[in-house]
């Protein structure tokens, strides 16, 4: 199935000048987004993860169904302060400042093997904040995959692990 049709552009969302990909529409459509999990999980199996981790907030959304469909353990990466008890937490840089990432500290086991999921990867910076944090509990990430890929950020080429993409716009 085409996903590119269910999903929505909308410009200028959140600062003038950007155009915003929507995967709300992608969400309401029950056929076309099990499509997508599907086709997620034909890759992601192939890495053979013990646990899926997603990204807040719409990484929840893209990992949570598919650790079902695999029949997989489901854990969040957060922004600071959102987690309950003990917590990693790792800093990373922005092109203006800094921004911090979470995990339960117990979340994942050391050696594990973990694929992280977000549903956009832009500049790459969240994902590769996520997968560094990941690292540093002692997991193995195994594979990073999304749904929309924006060429021409170079976040493909900031990726130090295997990455994979439904869809890629030239933006
Ligand atoms: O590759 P990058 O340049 O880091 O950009 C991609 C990230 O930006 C968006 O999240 P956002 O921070 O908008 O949060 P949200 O999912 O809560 O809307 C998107 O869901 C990715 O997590
Ligand atoms: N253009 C974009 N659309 C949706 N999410 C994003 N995250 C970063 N850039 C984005």
Known sequence: MDLTQHIRTIPDFPKPGI?????????????????????LAE???????????????????????????????????????????????????????????????????????????DDLLATGGTMSAAIELIEKVGGIVAGVACIIELNGLGGRDEMTVPFHSLIQYDI
């Open 19 to 39: 155009l915003f990909y929507d995967i709300s529409t992608l969400l309401a459509h029950p056929k076309a987004w099990r499509s997508c999990v599907d086709q």
């Open 43 to 117: 890759t992601v199996r192939t890495w053979k993860p013990d646990l899926l981790v997603g990204i807040e907030s719409r990484g929840f959304l893209t990992a949570a169904p598919l650790a079902l469909e695999l029949n997989l353990g489901f854990a969040m990466v957060r922004k600071q302060g959102k987690l309950p008890g003990q917590t990693v937490s790792h800093v990373y840089e922005l092109e203006y400042g800094t921004d911090t990432v979470e995990i339960q500290s117990d979340a994942i086991q050391p050696g594990q093997r973990i694929v992280v999921l």
